[in-house]
């Protein structure tokens, strides 16, 4: 039987790809019983009626899966945010990196509109790139308009499934679009009154660009951390993970241990503090979550 990888869901159809052709399936009944739903991204074995239809028989295992984007199988997740417009917040920032750490992508940071910057201001992101630099992160610094690091972003695309993710506003249509001209992605300029974008994006896709696949999502539109537990944020913050072990309590939290190296490493400076007071503002939310039943 063939297989293939869903590169689009619409209506009741997966069009699936397989070897430069896109075959349009629909699930068998079977997957609704079971209560399985094929996503994009999903790696699928099918059966062909003929060179353009289907239907789907099989959903290969995940190695993961998003709700919010409802999508499988994803290697890295390009974090867009701007430098201005709106303004940079590592707050918001730090957030998607423990929602991307917990599902096991591999998160790479993308700060657009470097054109839009001068002075203190650029100073500032390039004070805070190197910070995540320094935390285990890949940093890229571009602009749609003048093209800044778009040829360095293209190969970290290369034989990945990547989602762009990000808030509204902050050029992820725009960065695609100059990744690859010929999309034509829709964009709508921010909206003065709300202070940030419109959505532009209905669906999930995944798109060819480079030699690689790129789901141009509606972004997280969930970013509570619902399933995450207390023990498990220090694994979603690479550089406190590594200082941990420098802690004298296993398990530490890093809040009222005595000799805690992360405690530590903020008051010295080696740990921004302000990543420490995000890890311990998420931690309090976490712990502060009413329970589920």
Not at 59 to 81: G, M, S, T, W, Y
Not at 198 to 205: A, G, S
Request: proline content about 4%; some cysteine; overall charge negative.
């Amino acid at each position: 039987m063939p297989e293939g990888k869903i590169i689009k869901a619409l209506s009741g159809f997966y069009y699936v790809l397989n070897e430069g052709n896109v075959i349009q399936c629909r699930g068998r009944g079977v997957f609704r019983k079971n209560k399985i739903t094929p996503l994009v991204g999903d790696e699928v074995v099918y059966q062909a009626e003929n060179d353009q239809e289907g239907y789907i028989l099989e959903v290969k295992e995940r190695k993961n899966e998003l709700v919010r984007p409802p999508i499988a199988n994803v290697d890295q997740a390009i974090l867009v945010f701007s430098a201005v417009e709106p303004d940079f917040s590592t707050a918001l920032l730090d957030r998607f990196l423990v929602l991307v750490e917990y599902n096991r992508i591999r998160p790479v940071i993308c700060i657009t509109k470097m054109d839009l910057t001068s002075g203190e201001q650029k100073e500032l992101i390039y004070s805070y790139a190197d910070d995540y630099r320094k935390a285990g992160y890949e940093v890229m610094l571009t602009s749609s308009e003048t093209e800044e690091g778009i040829k360095e972003l293209l190969p970290l695309l290369e034989g990945e499934i990547s989602v762009f993710a990000g808030q509204s506003g902050v050029g992820k249509s725009s960065l695609l679009n100059a990744l690859r001209p010929d999309l034509e992605l829709k964009t709508d300029d921010i909206s003065t009154h709300l202070g940030r974008g419109k959505h532009t994006t209905r669906h999930v896709e995944l798109i060819s660009v480079g030699a690689g696949h790129v789901a141009d999502t509606p972004g997280f539109s969930s970013l509570e951390f619902m399933e995450i537990e207390a023990e498990d944020l220090n694994y979603c913050f690479p550089d406190i993970e590594v200082l941990s072990e420098e802690c004298k309590f296993r398990g530490c939290l890093h809040i009222k241990e005595p000799k805690c190296a992360v405690k530590a490493a903020a008051e010295s400076g080696k740990l921004p503090q302000y990543r420490y007071e995000h890890y311990t503002s998420f931690l309090e939310e976490i712990k502060d979550r009413k329970p589920r039943y």
